[in-house]
């Protein structure tokens, strides 16, 4: 009697061990937090109700983007022209860091020194860049910051390219050709 209770003992001592599996994990109490599933970016998976992609939501602003209330026309510009003033105090103007930014954005039409005649000018890839300091172009910083955030004629907008900070730099930097333009 006591043998048989040895050997019970034994195999319960045995089948206890043998059913613990170290190398597999053992019950999880929520799988799609281990293992998600994935799914392709535009695949129909993802979306069941024929979405392509998933839209923001209505009235959201990206992080970073701060909203530009004067429109793309006409009078939006004479309106930023008349009333748009930079936010940067002396302090926090720029000009090297200004200066920097044109070189890259502006310089190649504009030229490096706000006359219009930059290397795509100069190799007539674009016509009718005009000077900083051309007699008719009464420009401002709210002019200036305008164009750069919508474009004007054949220039493109860099609102993409420029935060707003950067775009304020630029427009000081342009300030400080056309002075120097003018002496």
Request: charged fraction near 25%.
């Amino acid at each position: 009697m006591k043998s048989l209770f040895k050997i019970l003992a034994i195999a319960v001592v045995i089948v206890s061990v043998s059913c613990n599996k170290s190398t597999a994990p053992n019950y999880q109490f929520m799988p799609n937090m281990y293992e998600s599933v994935g799914y392709e970016t535009y695949g129909e998976a993802a979306f069941p109700n024929g979405v392509e992609a998933q839209l923001p939501a209505e009235g959201s602003i990206p992080r970073g983007y701060v909203p530009f209330d004067i429109e793309n026309t006409t009078d939006g510009y004479n309106l930023a022209k008349e009333t748009l003033k930079s936010p940067l105090d002396s302090t926090a103007v720029d000009l090297e860091r200004g200066k920097e930014l044109y070189d890259i954005y502006c310089g190649i039409c504009h030229g490096n020194k706000g006359k219009g005649q930059g290397t795509l000018v100069k190799r007539e890839k674009i016509l009718g860049i005009p000077s900083y300091d051309d007699a008719g172009r009464a420009i401002n910083e709210g002019s200036i910051y305008h164009t750069i955030y919508y474009g004007k004629n054949a220039m493109g907008s860099y609102a993409n390219q420029l935060n707003e900070e950067e775009r304020w730099q630029v427009v000081s930097y342009v300030l400080k050709l056309k002075a120097d333009l003018e002496k």
